[in-house]
């Protein structure tokens, strides 16, 4: 079977198993897959089954970002421009 192109690019928001599934398909036929997880706590599966967190996030680049924050600077100065 014939790869995704490499130029493909997948966000990984997902915090359950089908999402974390489907990227990770994505990204053994090639694609580049960048995992974002909650900081301090991460994905739960790596607490709750590391051995599945593994084979679900292989070949994938992972970060943490915190998405509930409200950065005030840059809405202040999104309101300004």
Same mark, same amino acid.
């Given at each position: 079977?014939?790869?995704?192109?490499?130029?493909?690019?997948?966000?990984?928001? &997902? =915090?359950?198993? $089908?999402?974390?599934?489907? &990227?990770?398909?994505?990204?053994?036929?090639?694609?580049?897959?960048?995992?974002?997880?909650? $900081?301090?706590?991460?994905?739960?599966?790596? =607490?709750? %089954? $590391?051995?599945?967190? &593994?084979?679900?996030? =292989? %070949?994938?680049? @992972?970060?943490?970002?915190?998405?509930? =924050?409200?950065?005030?600077? @840059? @809405?202040?100065?999104?309101?300004? &421009?």
């Amino acid at each position: 079977m014939k790869g995704l192109p490499e130029h493909i690019r997948v966000l990984d928001l &997902s =915090r359950l198993l $089908p999402g974390a599934q489907c &990227s990770q398909l994505l990204a053994d036929l090639g694609a580049r897959v960048l995992k974002v997880e909650e $900081p301090v706590r991460g994905d739960c599966m790596r =607490r709750i %089954n $590391p051995h599945v967190f &593994s084979a679900m996030n =292989r %070949n994938k680049m @992972s970060i943490t970002l915190n998405l509930t =924050r409200i950065n005030r600077k @840059s @809405s202040k100065l999104k309101a300004q &421009s």
